[in-house]
T-cell receptor, first 118, second 113 residues
Framework: AQKITQTQPGMFVQEKEAVTLDCTYD???????LFWYKQPSSGEMIFLIYQGSYDQQNATEGRYSLNFQKARKSANLVISASQLGDSAMYFCAMRGNAGGTSYGKLTFGQGTILTVHP | SQTIHQWPATLVQPVGSPLSLECTVE??????LYWYRQAAGRGLQLLFY??????ISSEVPQNLSASRPQDRQFILSSKKLLLSDSGFYLCAFGEWGSYNEQFFGPGTRLTVL
């Protein structure tokens, strides 16, 4: 079984500053993937970034980077230069071994609400 | 480019009434398809997934069912809705053979009264 834990129910950050959203995971699969999604108040789930368990480098997508520490089983999202539009709920998710029976099924954490102050 | 559609966007139904939510995907063939439900202020829970036409796997026992009558069409149904079926329903797809991306539709907000 897989489990995702997001321990920060809410986070606040000043505009233009960086913020880190925490995510820890638990799995027995040898191969897995980690995802971050943004959910604005409209409800849509916006894919932000992906990290494979065997990727040597941390994933980056524009202002988003994933701080992947495999030994610690953590996959924190770092948002640099926060903008007012970054205010939203953020979810960490994982999929299991693609070669097995996971078929890309995602297990989600409970989410962190990020509020960016001007 | 790939797009995913869901309808209706909002639905209010009485307890005991039937349900049909539809999801369609464009721009890709033989996608993996998923139905998730999100309770208020919570994370998403996978309900069903499908890796091909007519192939449906259920993740949790519940009052709902799913069908995939066409390659890019995924339907969520219920014969009799319960109050506990209220929530935000999201359809998602991933490209066949690729498990590194999963894209979501706009969702349906269902309220059962």
């Amino acid at each position: 079984a897989q489990k995702i834990t997001q321990t920060q129910p809410g986070m606040f950050v000043q505009e233009k500053e960086a913020v880190t959203l925490d995510c820890t995971y638990d799995t027995s699969d040898p191969s897995y993937g980690l995802f971050w999604y943004k959910q604005p108040s409209s409800g849509e789930m916006i894919f932000l970034i992906y990290q494979g368990s065997y990727d040597q480098q941390n994933a980056t997508e524009g202002r988003y980077s994933l701080n992947f520490q495999k030994a610690r089983k953590s996959a924190n999202l770092v948002i640099s230069a926060s903008q007012l539009g970054d205010s939203a709920m953020y979810f960490c998710a994982m999929r299991g071994n693609a070669g097995g029976t996971s078929y890309g099924k995602l297990t989600f954490g409970q989410g962190t609400i990020l509020t960016v102050h001007p | 480019s790939q797009t995913i559609h869901q309808w209706p966007a909002t639905l209010v139904q009485p307890v005991g009434s039937p349900l049909s939510l539809e999801c369609t995907v464009e721009g890709t063939s033989n996608p993996n398809l998923y139905w998730y439900r999100q309770a208020a202020g919570r994370g998403l829970q996978l309900l069903f997934y499908s890796v091909g036409i007519g192939q449906i796997s259920s993740e949790v026992p519940q009052n709902l069912s799913a069908s995939r009558p066409q390659d890019r069409q995924f339907i969520l149904s219920s014969k009799k809705l319960l109050l506990s079926d209220s929530g935000f329903y999201l359809c998602a797809f991933g490209e066949w053979g690729s498990y590194n991306e999963q894209f979501f539709g706009p969702g349906t907000r269902l309220t059962v009264l």
